[in-house]
T-cell receptor, first 111, second 113 residues
Framework: DTAVSQTPKYLVTQMGNDKSIKCEQN?????MYWYKQDSKKFLKIMFS???????INETVPNRFSPKSPDKAHLNLHINSLELGDSAVYFC??????????FGQGTRLTVV | KQEVTQIPAALSVPEGENLVLNCSFT??????LQWFRQDPGKGLTSLLL?????REQTSGRLNASLDKSSGRSTLYIAASQPGDSATYLC????????????FGRGTSLIVHP
């Protein structure tokens, strides 16, 4: 069974569209994360969320919003997509300050 | 703000060599440090996790050490193989306040036969 799964794996969309990326973990972790990996492969935190607290990287545009229907899911919604949003987005989970496990990534291409 | 630096940025070696990858961090108040491997077009695979109270962890041909006071960790790969070719990333979990893993930019490793 996949520990952290993301869907879709690839997403191609036009500028201005709204899209969502789903993430699910079956590890029983209490903390989930979204990272953006840019063209130079640098992983930058976007959001960190546990069942009590959401931490937002202040550099993330408010067009991006995380939504957590329950502890096992943290979805990423993106409004009014821009060309610069093209990147690989990774979901991860861990126990608080524990070993982190990552999904396989979603490659987003905005055209 | 925690900053993580990995040296070298890239490394190309012949098969069989023993390798040392370096990771340094600016804030020594960490909870743990984790080493990952990323293959091209793939996700991150956790290799080793070192708690702040530990000095090293071993898994097969991999050995990771941690010197918290000097803000450094090394990943030692023994008898490298072509299958070890990948990008190696270290991430630091800060203690006190933020619990978000902060990543270095990685070391891109190529092991040629």
């Amino acid at each position: 069974d996949t520990a952290v799964s993301q869907t879709p794996k690839y997403l191609v969309t036009q500028m201005g569209n709204d899209k969502s990326i789903k993430c699910e973990q079956n590890l029983g972790h209490d903390t989930m994360y979204w990272y953006k990996q840019d063209s130079k492969k640098f992983l930058k935190i976007m959001f960190s969320y546990n069942n009590k607290e959401l931490i937002i990287n202040e550099t993330v545009p408010n067009r991006f919003s995380p939504k957590s229907p329950d502890k096992a899911h943290l979805n990423l919604h993106i409004n009014s997509l821009e060309l610069g949003d093209s990147a690989v987005y990774f979901c991860a989970s861990s126990h608080l300050q524990g070993e982190a496990f990552f999904g396989q990534g979603t490659r987003l291409t905005v055209v | 703000k925690q900053e993580v630096t990995q040296i070298p940025a890239a490394l190309s070696v012949p098969e069989g060599e023993n390798l040392v990858l370096n990771c340094s961090f600016t804030d020594s108040a960490i909870y743990n440090l984790q080493w990952f491997r990323q293959d091209p077009g793939k996700g991150l695979t956790s290799l080793l996790l070192i708690q702040s109270s530990q000095r090293e962890q071993t898994s097969g041909r991999l050995n990771a050490s941690l010197d918290k006071s000097s803000g450094r960790s090394t990943l030692y790969i023994a008898a490298s193989q072509p299958g070890d070719s990948a990008t190696y990333l270290c991430a630091v979990h800060a203690s006190g306040g933020s619990y978000i893993p902060t990543f270095g930019r990685g070391t891109s490793l190529i092991v040629h036969p």
